[in-house]
Each structure stands twice: as structure tokens, then as C-alpha cells.
């Protein structure tokens, strides 16, 4: 039988997956994966892979770092609100801070899409926040995937991930070695909920009675889903210029407040004897948080362990040279605050004085 007989046969797009729209997508989204091109990553998108080329980035005796991620159920408000351009931000920023708290520069990022069913526009402005934030990370988009899976996802729901790569050279990675009781405690301030704890955003949002259209109770000018939708920082590029500007071991560790907060991501880069001694009046809580802590009565130790409560990156320093690295942060954009000290280890590894003003 010749093709073209079956007149009336079944189709792949009568399924429900259009492969045409799907490249029509990656059409689209060349020139804004184009504008990411970084030394060491120049080819265009649409082969079996992507490429990198340590090399002409620059390094000599590299170690890589990788990091994948999500953005949990903060994608469900972005669906409920149409609101998509931004959520790519914190696909990248969920990665690429993670890399970067290992002394890391992120080099290059894919991403994975996968929906029920494309509809045009949406996949193109994801990949423009994707895109975004690759800017803001200094990394390359080298490649990734669009799924289109009916009977999997409803409707057009869709899902993201997304994966990283950097490298520091040989020795240069962190944490150091020599944490220390003494050692001065930095926050670097966060933009609002970032990437975490939107299951429990979602359902105080639910309880108050509010629209995501509604006006923001702690955020003017904005609508609720809006101001929910603020992406998360990335904070590469004023960390990599402080480690630039103040030499090995000024910084001695880094820390991602993500998923479980204070209490359980700084002890991730403790060593074993020391603690972290934490003054909760020096964290400047964003209006956000107070507004879910008190609509939801949401206690303050699962406010720490939930939410970055306004802190979204924590920088361990050697205290002799703890104003050079506040200098250097100021210079390079950010305000850092002086939020406590490294401790000999006590029952808990991370202890608190003063409370949240929330």
C-alpha cells in the first residue's frame, strides 16, 4: 500500500500532539535563545545535543558543578493568571543559585516543558523568563525539551524543570575548609516567596477568600497573582564579583534558602562542631510574609522552615575581612545585612535570638 491510501486513518494531531506546533515553537524561541550565547556556547538550538566548550570559556583545570530543579506549584498560579513571562526566572534561579553557593560559575542551562496541549504564545513566553535569566546568570541556553502529552497533563497545564552546569577551577570550590566559631553571618535579601512554599501559599490565598486579580494586600499597585508571581533572585553575578574581588577564603560558604529554610539548608554547609547562631531582628521581613503568616496563623518556626522570610542567600565570612566582602557586595549591587555568627555546635545547629516582625 502506497502512503497517502488511508484516507481516513488515525493521525498523531487527531491524538492530540501537533508536531507542527511544536516547531513552530522552537522557530520562535531562536533569537531569544540566541541572545544567551556566552564564550564557550555559540551554536544554535535544534540539534541531538548542545554544545559547550570549556576551553574557550576560559578554564583550565575545571571541576563541574550541575544542579537541577523546579519551581514547585508556582507554576499553577502562573497558569490561573496567564501570567508566564516571569516564571522561567525561577526555573533558572532555582539551579543556578544552587550552583553558584558551591563557588561555581553557571555555564550553560536546559529545560524541559511538558504540557497537555501547546497553545500558542505561552511556551514562546516561558522561554523568554528561561531566557531571562540566563542573562541574569551569565549562562548559555543550549538546548531542552517541549512535551506535549495529552492524558497526562489536562487541558493546558504544563510543568517545568530545568538543568545546570558550571565549573570552578581546581581548589577554588566551596565550602572552604576552616569554618569557624567567630566567623561573621551575612543575608543577602530575597525579592519575596521565590520558588518554595506555594502548596501553602496557594491554600492561604484559598482561605482568604481573595482573586489572584484581586489588589495585593501587601504589595500596591499590584494584583494579588502578580505580586505572588515575583521572580526569584539571581545572584550570581554580584557573588562571583565578590569572590573576584576578595580572594580564596574571604568567603567561606554560601548558602540557598530554599525548601526548609534557615534551619535546614545552613547546616548543609556546616562542618561538624559548629553551629550557627541567627539574630531574627536583623532580617528585614518582606511585607509578604507577614501577610501570609498572619491570614494563614502561621507560626514563626514554620514560617523559617517554609519560607527565605525576605533572606534568599546566606554568605559565611572570615571576619577579618568581613567589610571588604560587604564592600564588595555593595559594589556590586546588593545590601548586605549582618544576620549572626558561627557558634560552637549545641543541641541545634541553627539558633535563634530576637523574633520575625511579622
Known sequence: MTTGERQNGMTYAEAGVDIDAGNAMVEAIKPLVRATRRPGADAEIGGFGGLFDLKAAGFKDPILVAANDGVGTKVKIAIETGRHATIGIDLVAMCVNDIIVQGAEPLFFLDYYATGKLVPGVGADIVKGIAEGCRQAGCALIGGETAEMPGLYDGSDYDLAGFSVGAAERGALLPVAGIAPGDVVLGLPSSGVHSNGFSLVRRIVAASG??????????????????????????????????????HGAIKALAHITGGGFPDNLPRVLPDGVGIALDLDAVSVLPVFGWLAREG????????????????????????????????????????????RITERGESPVTYTGRLAL
Open 210 to 247: 481573595l482573586g489572584y486579580d484581586a489588589p495585593a494586600p501587601f504589595a500596591q499597585g499590584k494584583s494579588l497573582g502578580e505580586a505572588l508571581l515575583e521572580p526569584t533572585r539571581i545572584y550570581v553575578k554580584p557573588l562571583l564579583s565578590a569572590l573576584k574581588a576578595t580572594g
Open 297 to 340: 496563623n502561621v507560626a514563626e518556626a514554620e514560617m523559617l522552615r517554609t519560607f527565605n522570610c525576605g533572606i534568599g542567600m546566606v554568605v559565611v565570612v572570615d571576619p577579618a575581612r568581613a567589610e571588604a566582602v560587604e564592600q564588595a557586595l555593595q559594589a556590586a549591587g546588593e545590601a548586605p545585612v549582618r544576620l549572626g
